[in-house]
């Protein structure tokens, strides 16, 4: 039945294959956008909201608050500095999607709206919410820039899993 | 009527046909099988579903594996009606339950197929990046592509297996319904094939891979679901008997006008045969030699001739006439050969 449609699919698979396999001198994953490679000795844009205890950008001090300082610490194993910019959840979420941040953190969980406009990292903790329920938390990084989201996840796994704010 | 039956009884029946020894270890191996698929995909299904993340090509994949779960489902539950005996309210028996399966199958297939193509489809045109990220077991931490390509691997063999060990059954037993699902079963090496290059392509940056080869997943299922549509409305729709592929008429029909065609009395003979299901129902109209009316031994032989040729022929009638009618018989009133190009419609 789908017969006559199998040499045709083989004929465009194949081409696909070889460039996938073309595609994987460059690490692997890799990130069609380049986001890493990018980052990685230079600046990391990072986005924050106001979200205590999880992060704190009110008023003009520096933002602080756990995400605040995981961020700054994945940017020092990539040798970059971080740039901040403030605003609400849905602002910064456009820009990430804009390709204009890195990293939007706001104590973001699981439950998450934002997974169509935004890659939501796998949680890397999990604590009781006001009505104690489980909820795990996770940061926003760019759709599909998989090089960065797998250093990104494998830091937070790896070196601060199931920590408490 | 059905003499066959009375003298063995007690085997294996469709309807009132009593399957012969072949016919009845198929059916009975090709039950075991269909249960066996059932078992298998409640496996695969929940290891694709466990993996499977934001991959559009996953998603493909794993929804062709839900939708194989009708085939067999259809044909055990098909197969149940079709041996129920003839009542007086179904006096054709119950054989058209194959016919109802496979229409249900195939509008499965089609819609999940359409569904799946404008899935893709669009996430290829606006241009959808899929996030795959890292997975953990314990301390350890990989990248989440390789569990996909793992369960696609696993779960792209033994269905390819099942399908080369149903299709032959499905020859054996003339059952489109195991013929669809043997072909489908058969076909999924391309699926898992495709995902596997979809998630490569995600894991060496072109974000477009994923989509892509999922496009081509849902394609190749839409395909399925309007080949298998069309051959299913044309056996509910009385088409003349075709072989099991649905790809050309059925030898069974000029066997059965030869046989009867070498009768001594006879001199020209046409049948018009449909597909029940697994069975034949057949209406033969012979012309007497000398227009000479043949007696009723003589009409009773010829209905045995016919019905010796296969199991399949057995609810048969056979119609003396003066001379073949051609608004009963179209194919007397067409040019031989005309309608031989479009098998099946």
């Not at chain 2, 839900?66 to 009542?87: G, H, K």
């Amino acid at each position: 039945m789908a017969r006559t449609a199998r040499p045709l699919l083989t004929g465009l698979l194949v081409p696909v294959a070889l460039a996938a396999l073309a595609g994987c001198s460059g690490g692997f994953p890799a990130d069609p956008d380049g986001t890493l490679e990018r980052v990685t000795g230079d600046v990391l844009r990072v986005g924050i909201t106001d979200n205590p205890p999880w992060t704190e950008a009110a008023g003009g001090a520096p933002p602080g608050g756990l995400e605040a300082e995981l961020a700054t610490e994945f940017a020092g194993t990539l040798d970059a500095e971080v740039d901040w910019t403030v605003g609400s959840e849905e602002v910064l979420i456009r820009d990430l999607e804009a390709g204009e941040l890195d990293l939007v953190v706001g104590g973001f969980t699981g439950r998450s709206p934002w997974s169509k406009q935004a890659a939501l990292t796998t949680p890397y903790t999990t604590v009781p919410d006001e009505q104690g329920k489980p909820e795990p938390h996770v940061m926003a990084a760019p759709l599909g820039e998989n090089a960065f989201l797998v250093r990104l996840e494998t830091f937070l796994l790896q070196n601060h899993r199931d920590v408490l704010p | 009527m059905s003499r066959r039956t009375a003298e063995r009884g007690g085997g294996v029946t469709f309807g009132h046909t009593e399957l012969p020894d072949e016919q009845s270890a198929a059916l009975r191996r090709a039950i075991r099988l269909a249960w066996g698929t059932i078992g298998f995909l409640l496996v695969g299904v929940t290891l694709v579903y466990l993996v499977m993340g934001s991959s559009q090509a996953m998603k493909a994949a794993w929804a062709e594996d839900l939708l194989s779960f009708i085939p067999p489902i259809s044909f055990l539950v098909a197969v149940r009606f079709a041996r129920r005996r003839p009542t007086t309210a179904h006096p054709y028996g119950y054989h058209r339950s194959v016919g109802i399966g496979h229409l249900v199958a195939a509008a499965a297939l089609l819609t999940m197929g359409a569904f799946l193509v404008v899935d893709s489809g669009s996430g290829l045109l606006a241009a959808e990046h899929p996030p795959v990220g890292v997975m953990h077991l314990g301390d350890q931490v990989f990248w989440a592509g390789w569990p996909m390509i793992a369960a696609m691997v696993v779960t792209g063999i033994p269905p390819v297996l099942l399908g080369r060990a149903k299709m032959p059954l499905a020859r054996t037993l003339h059952d489109r319904v195991l013929y669809a699902d043997a072909d489908m079963n058969k076909a999924d090496w391309m699926t898992a094939l495709g995902s596997v290059v979809g998630i490569l392509g995600i894991g060496a940056g072109l974000w477009w891979a994923d989509s892509a080869a999922a496009l081509f997943i849902s394609v190749s299922i839409l395909r399925d679901g309007i080949t298998n549509l069309r051959v299913a409305a044309g056996a509910l729709m009385d088409a003349r008997a075709t072989t099991v592929d649905g790809d050309e008429p059925h030898p069974l029909t000029a066997e059965v006008d030869e046989r009867l065609r070498a009768l001594p009395w006879v001199e020209d003979a046409r049948s018009r045969i449909r597909d029940q299901g697994h069975v034949f129902h057949v209406e033969s109209f012979v012309v007497p030699r000398g227009g000479r009316a043949p007696g009723l031994r003589e009409l009773g032989d010829a209905r045995e001739a016919a019905i010796s040729l296969d199991w399949k022929v057995q609810d048969l009638v056979v119609v003396p006439v003066a001379e073949l009618p051609e608004e009963m018989l179209p194919s007397v009133a067409a040019e031989a050969g005309e309608d031989e190009q479009r098998p099946g419609r």
